[in-house]
């Protein structure tokens, strides 16, 4: 009866700074220009990398926020293996962006080696210092990018305890929707079997008068009283179900949708909800089933 919407882990991938080598007879330079362009490069790709990162931070951080919010205590499973999970995220965040300011001083250092030249040559005393540059560039790409893989294998871990625990958004027109059609249908069918169980006594009652087969009067008395006791169940869960539409409503007032989990009132209606749903299902099944025989 539930439809939610499920969360899908992502991934978040950075790549690293080419440098292309150039040789000219037997000196080896490279082209601060063409550095420039490589650097330009992989700082937009950590800079998409950082504020993916913080989008999605930012998306958990108000998820848990608006779970807790309708939580009469955060301390139930899964709520605080969730909050760790967070601040993880957090520390992680951090860490990036710690690691993004050592790139971009690390980008800075060149700019400021380079001003004024057209290429950086193997015998030029420039070449040392580029080379340390490049290296811990380098260094700091690796850890930058472990950070990013290291952050996403975190975020898939909350989104993997959202779904194992059932915490789900619901959209509420969807659902109620939902409901009140199958409370329609279900008005319909057992008012149209109602009738058709009166209809059947009456012809009983009649054939018992005009002395028909006892015994077959009887058992089709029988079948009968089974078909109403069936009718009569089900009319109970339909009116149960009523009632806990009604507490939903109150529960959800016009909000259009809701996070639903353990521990909170939501995820209770909506579970008793699909378990009558099911068991009005399973007497439905048993009344076709002595029908036909009838």
Same mark, same amino acid.
């Given at each position: ?13 950075? /790549? ?10 037997? +000196?080896? *330079? @490279?082209? +601060? ?9 992989? !700082? ?10 913080? &989008?999605?931070? $930012? ?6 926020? !608006? ?6 205590? $955060?301390?139930?499973?899964? *709520? ?6 967070? /601040? ?5 965040? =951090? &860490?990036?962006? !710690? ?37 811990? @560039? ?10 990013? =893989?290291? @952050?996403?294998?975190?975020?898939? #871990? ?7 625990? =059932? ?14 059609? @199958? ?11 109602? %009738?058709?169980?009166?209809?059947? %006594? ?13 015994? &077959?009067?009887? +058992?089709?008395?029988? #079948? ?10 089900? $009319? ?59």
């Amino acid at each position: 009866m539930q439809k939610t919407k499920k969360l899908e882990p992502k991934a978040i991938l950075a /790549t690293s700074i080419i440098f292309t080598l150039l040789i000219n007879t037997c +000196t080896v *330079y @490279y082209t +601060t220009s063409d550095i420039k362009k490589n650097f330009s490069t992989a !700082q937009q790709e950590t800079n998409r990398v950082l504020a993916s990162v913080a &989008k999605d931070r $930012s998306e958990k951080r108000g998820i848990y926020n !608006q779970i807790t919010a309708n939580l009469s205590d $955060s301390t139930l499973a899964p *709520y605080p293996e969730l909050a760790l999970q967070l /601040t993880d995220m957090s520390v992680h965040l =951090k &860490k990036l962006k !710690q690691a993004k300011a050592e790139l971009d001083d690390l980008e800075a250092q060149f700019k400021n080696l380079s001003k004024g030249k057209m290429k950086i040559e193997s015998n030029s005393p420039l070449w040392k210092n580029y080379q340390s540059i490049k290296a811990d @560039y380098d260094i700091h790409t690796d850890q930058f990018q472990s950070l990013a =893989k290291s @952050y996403t294998e975190v975020s898939n #871990s909350f989104v993997s305890i959202l779904n194992k625990n =059932k915490i789900s958004r619901v959209n509420i027109p969807g659902l109620r929707k939902q409901v009140s059609n @199958y409370l329609s249908d279900l008005d319909k069918n057992v008012a149209e079997l109602t %009738q058709n169980i009166e209809a059947s %006594q009456t012809i009983l009652d009649r054939a018992e008068n005009q002395g028909s087969n006892p015994n &077959k009067v009887a +058992t089709k008395s029988k #079948s009968l009283e089974e078909l109403t006791k069936i009718l009569a169940v089900v $009319s109970a869960k339909q009116a149960e179900l009523s009632l806990l539409v009604d507490q939903f409503e109150k529960e959800v007032g016009e909000e259009p949708e809701i996070w639903s989990g353990p521990g909170m009132r939501t995820q209770t209606i909506i579970q008793d909800m699909t378990r009558i749903g099911a068991e009005i299902e399973k007497q439905g099944q048993k009344f076709n089933a002595l029908a036909k025989q009838f």
